[in-house]
């Protein structure tokens, strides 16, 4: 394969995986969003911070918004990926700790609650978490976001420099 036949593959991977992680980031945030913000008015409503999820949901999925709309403006790119590399993946450990950790009760001041009748794998994989629709949609747009993310920083078509990308590029 000839130089440019190579640089336009390497340049169509770069652009399908940037593609593909925004619109997974953003599905993602929209999830968080659509789940965090009917809480959090309630929560403020009623003045409680029992339950922060809410409140770090909204703050997150804006954050995403903010930095994909940031991206397609012109802003730096690796520092771009890597702060929605880190949202994605703090929206994956955050879950599984959440859950694995008695729904909240790692986070002191919050009374958690756990599943004693069932292990730690057993409560991820129970009806009641990972196989809900809505979880299971979350946590497969936020790994792939992930995927994506790191593929453009790491990856055989990282991208080399902090260049921000063009109308003509970014479509």
């Known amino acids: 394969m000839s130089d440019t036949a190579s640089g336009r593959t390497e340049e169509t991977a770069t652009r399908l995986l940037r593609i593909v992680g925004v619109q997974l980031a953003v ?3 929209a999830i968080h969003l ?3 913000l009917p ?3 309630v929560y403020l409503r009623v003045g409680t911070v029992a339950d922060p999820r ?3 949901f909204v703050v997150s999925a804006v954050a995403v918004v903010v930095g994909v709309a940031w991206l397609y403006a012109g802003g730096p ?6 702060l929605g590399a880190s949202v994605m993946a703090l929206y994956a450990v955050g879950y599984v700790w959440w859950h694995l950790g008695g729904h909240g009760g790692a986070i002191p001041g919050v009374q958690g609650y756990g599943h004693p009748d069932l292990s730690n794998l057993g409560v991820l994989l129970s009806d009641g978490h990972l196989f809900r629709p809505l979880d299971a949609l979350a946590m ?7 995927a994506c993310f790191l593929g453009l920083l790491f990856g055989p078509v ?13 479509a």
């Open 34 to 36: 659509w789940w965090g």
């Open 77 to 82: 790119r690796r520092k771009l990926y890597a």
């Open 27 to 29: 599905v993602s945030a």
């Open 39 to 41: 809480r959090a008015l």
């Open 54 to 56: 809410p409140y770090l």
């Open 158 to 170: 990282a991208e080399s420099a902090d260049t921000p990308a063009s109308d003509a590029e970014s």
């Open 140 to 146: 497969v747009t936020q790994l792939g976001a992930l």
